[in-house]
């Protein structure tokens, strides 16, 4: 954890119960292991494209579904989220779970590599998530910068690693060259010469920045 344990239980205490349809996602990524976005996290998704106004998000990593949701219950009824899944499982999960939330008809799931994909886009977008591969995390924000408008934010997942970032040595599963890469993407993120960025220690950690 990347927080006091006394920290982490009050967040979690105070923290909204999740409806029906979310604790089973939660349930379901827990009992198949599939890699899903801290809860605390998903909130603060949900909080900024609402404070932001967001009508058209983008996101790379739909895993099943769980920050797809928190993003496209906070959209209009004509908003546009478009997310990217290349394992075609846990896309069909993430349509049917759509579905189920009635938010199907803004969310354009593909199951296709974010890196091609991102290519193939047309901004302006006022939110852009990143949580998939963290390997290609740089590649990605520099195919996602430009199509972002001036005051878009930018937020990704996953960059203190369980704490292994701010430590810079392998820990809990985290290899000593992927914490490198990690500490690597997480100084360009906050230097890039488009973004004032910060880093929280929010979930695993969540870079958040505004385009300038």
Known sequence: MIVTDAVRSYIDETRPEPDALLAEMQERGQRDSVPILDAQAARLLNVLARATGARRIVEVGTAIGVSTLHLARALPPDGELVSFEIDRERHTQALSYFARARV???????????????????????????????????GHLELIVPLLRPGALVAVDNVLMSGAVAEGRAIDGWSGDRVATARAFNDRFLGHPELDGLITPVGDGIALAVKR
């Open 104 to 138: 199907a008809a803004r969310v354009d799931l593909r199951l296709q590599d974010a890196g091609e994909g991102l290519r193939e886009l047309e901004g302006p977008f006022d939110l852009a998530f990143l949580d998939g591969l963290k390997a290609e995390y740089a």
